[in-house]
């Protein structure tokens, strides 16, 4: 299987399954002589992690992750060298049994299909490397990539859950990490509360919109035709499991507005360089960063493992009911947005490198 690695400077690999022994990275082209800790990684895996309410896979993983090369220690910090670094997270609540009975089953909404379709044999033990639990990896690299850019930080919230809606009026960034769907508004977090309960108790899921904000971007990221920054962001996106849609600043409410509505108007800032008087475009236009914020939303699928039986087939072509036993998210958006955030700063990371190749 390849397709494995993603990034052209900032290359990230990822390998594993979700229930083998371990789940590996390499993150290669990282620059030297960053200074980090090994809690930095920890603290990101931490809000990833199952198992941490009853609104999520109750598979309990502790994700310590061990950095194995490519730094050098100074006390409690680590120095990146520029080699290779390598990281590992070994997985210790496999409950393969519980998929005992869709070995030979094709689940509605998976990949189980495409994948024994594609390669004549698929791990049915969780899905293999389709289970979201590839995603650990990503948020560790992404830990790292927040080193990268001078000034750069990462922030996302889930503002939609079915169709439960953030009031932007009451968006409080503060209030992400006091409610367990990384919710900024505490009054739709209290909604979803029970909406989720019922949706958990009836053996259902529902799906999640998840809103990543990049400050300190610096003007100049990406290039105008194959290399877009909002491109690669849209294609990173793309790759976490279970996402469906993907939008840029405005996104698909630009078609509601005019000409005048839509265009991001510029003056002369105090500091010498162009003021935005809007940000509609995202903090891109064509392909390239204009100092903004960068803004972007992308929509999670339900998740497709749910008690309800569904109609299907078998690997022989007969007609069967499938029921997806298990421990399973009730709504896989909560924990995409950490996911989103590192893969956002991955991509940032790696345009800033290209962008100082090419231009110093």
């Known amino acids: 299987m390849s397709h494995n690695t993603f990034g052209h400077l900032f290359r990230v690999t990822t390998f594993g399954e979700s229930h083998g022994p371990a789940l590996g990275g390499v993150v290669d082209g990282c620059p030297p002589n960053l200074r980090f800790r090994l809690t930095d990684i920890q603290r990101?895996?931490?809000?990833?992690?199952?198992?941490?309410?009853r609104f999520t896979t109750q598979r309990q993983e502790p994700d310590q992750?061990?950095?194995?090369?490519?730094?050098?220690?100074?006390g409690e910090d680590l120095i990146t060298t520029g080699t290779p670094i390598g990281l590992l997270i070994e997985n210790t609540d496999q409950r393969s049994k519980d998929y005992s009975e869709i070995e030979k089953l094709y689940r509605p909404g998976h990949a189980d299909i495409t994948y024994q379709t594609k390669y004549g044999i698929r791990d049915h033990r969780g899905g293999g490397r389709s289970s979201a639990r590839?995603?650990?990896?990503?948020?560790?690299a992404g830990a790292l990539a927040r080193l990268v850019v001078p000034g750069f930080s990462v922030r996302a919230a889930l503002v939609q859950m079915g169709?439960?809606?953030?009031?932007?009026?009451?968006?409080?960034?503060?209030?992400?990490?006091?409610?367990?769907?990384?919710?900024?508004?505490?009054?739709?977090?209290?909604e979803m509360e029970g909406y989720l309960d019922g949706i958990r108790k009836s053996g259902s899921s529902i799906g999640a919109v998840i809103e990543v904000v990049a400050e300190g971007v610096p003007a100049g990221l990406g290039a105008p035709v194959y290399g877009k920054?909002?491109?690669?962001?849209a294609a990173a996106f793309m790759s976490i499991n279970a996402v469906k849609g993907v939008e840029i600043g405005?996104?698909?409410?630009?078609a509601t507005l005019t000409g005048e509505e839509n265009a991001d108007e510029i003056r002369m800032g105090n500091d010498g360089k162009p003021l935005f008087l809007s940000n509609h475009a995202g903090g891109i236009l064509?392909?390239?960063?204009?100092?903004?914020?960068?803004?972007?939303?992308?929509?999670?699928?339900?998740?497709?493992?749910?008690?309800t039986q569904r109609r299907s087939i078998d690997r022989d072509g007969n007609e069967v009911d499938v029921r997806t036993k298990g421990r399973h998210d009730p709504c896989v958006g909560i924990r995409a947005v950490p996911i989103g955030e590192a893969m956002m700063a991955c991509v940032v990371a790696d345009h800033y490198l290209r962008h100082r190749g090419q231009v110093g």
């Open 134 to 140: 590839e995603t650990a990896m990503r948020v560790a």
């Open 229 to 233: 920054l909002d491109a690669d962001i």
């Open 65 to 74: 992750v061990k950095v194995l090369s490519g730094v050098m220690a100074d």
């Open 44 to 53: 990101e895996l931490d809000r990833r992690r199952p198992g941490q309410s």
């Open 286 to 307: 064509g392909g390239i960063s204009t100092g903004q914020e960068v803004v972007a939303r992308f929509a999670v699928k339900p998740t497709s493992s749910i008690l």
């Open 163 to 190: 169709s439960i809606k953030v009031d932007r009026s009451r968006w409080n960034w503060n209030e992400v990490d006091n409610n367990p769907f990384f919710c900024p508004d505490p009054e739709a977090a209290k």
């Open 250 to 254: 405005e996104g698909m409410g630009a």
